[in-house]
């Protein structure tokens, strides 16, 4: 099955219950918690020992019509993200991977079901809300970078900044700051095609971040690096989240970045297969 949705890359910057339980991608089954019903994991609230999700979504389905009838690229989906909480979505292509992204950053309406970030109901809210919550509160990764070539990387890094009105010194400040924290530092003032691919991605974490997001989405972050690169942005994602406590929901085929999270949520034909919790590599 195609995913007939808009990948985010294409938007500018800024702007069932478990079947088995799933073992760690590195074959260790002691390390895995299987969930036993995703909607269990799904609290819409604090709880004795865990924070207030900044994500919540309950039976998220999204239907196309098509000519050749609907497609549910999405079949009632439901979890939640506490702060500093790296899940994962996995699954083939054509699973609703980039459709289920799409619907919690708020690009797209599911066509059943709900979404609250920091316990604000989504449907709720009119087209400027929606515009400020996804300025404000979201942060995006996209894995063909997203950048704009004729910005610099700290002009690129600096967009989320300049659409919040954030004053001048205290934006240059930030910059600086974020292309230090992914190790650019020296790199701020090079256009996009002056960077390598790693470079390149490793600004886009930069710019998802500088505006301190409550909730990270990031789309096959990996899959235009090399194994290299890859392994550098995987660090780097998983260390930024737990070291800032950002809620970050990331889709990936990639067993070494699904190792690294904290959950998985397995998708297969818009549904939601497995969901199971890991011991991650901190």
């Known amino acids: 099955m195609n995913e007939p949705n808009t990948n985010p890359a294409s938007d500018p910057p800024g702007t069932g219950p478990v079947t088995e339980p799933r073992t760690n991608p590195a074959g ?7 969930v036993s019903d995703p909607n269990t994991h799904f609290t819409g609230g604090a709880s004795a020992g865990r924070p207030a999700p900044v994500l919540s979504a309950r039976g998220l389905t999204r239907v196309f019509t098509t000519p050749a009838g609907d497609v549910r690229a999405c079949d009632d989906i439901s979890f939640d993200v506490a702060p500093g909480e790296l899940v994962v979505v996995r699954g083939p292509s054509g699973a609703g991977k980039t459709t289920l992204l ?10 059943a079901g709900t979404i609250a970030i920091d316990g604000v109901d989504v449907a709720a809210l009119d087209a400027d ?5 996804r300025r404000d509160s979201l942060g995006f990764v996209f894995q063909g970078f997203g950048l704009l070539d004729v910005l610099t990387a700290a002009e690129n890094v600096e967009v989320p900044l300049r659409l919040r009105r954030t004053d001048a010194a205290e934006r240059d400040q930030r ?22 691919g790693g470079q390149q991605q490793r600004v886009g974490i930069a710019r998802a971040l500088v505006a301190d997001p409550r909730l990270l989405i990031a789309d096959e972050p990996t899959g235009q690096l090399d194994s290299q690169n890859a392994q550098i942005v995987m660090d780097l994602i998983a260390e930024l989240v737990h070291a800032r406590g950002v809620a970050a929901v990331v889709a990936t085929h990639d067993p070494v970045f699904a ?6 949520i397995e998708l297969r034909d818009g549904r939601q297969v497995a969901q199971s919790a890991l011991e991650s590599a901190r």
């Open 129 to 133: 809300a929606i515009a400020r919550l």
């Open 28 to 34: 260790d089954p002691s390390s895995t918690r299987p």
């Open 102 to 111: 799409n619907l919690i950053g708020t690009l797209d309406r599911p066509t």
């Open 175 to 196: 910059v600086r700051d974020a292309l230090r924290t992914v190790g650019l530092a020296d790199h701020g003032g090079q256009l996009p095609d002056e960077l390598s």
């Open 259 to 264: 190792a690294r999270a904290d959950r998985v």
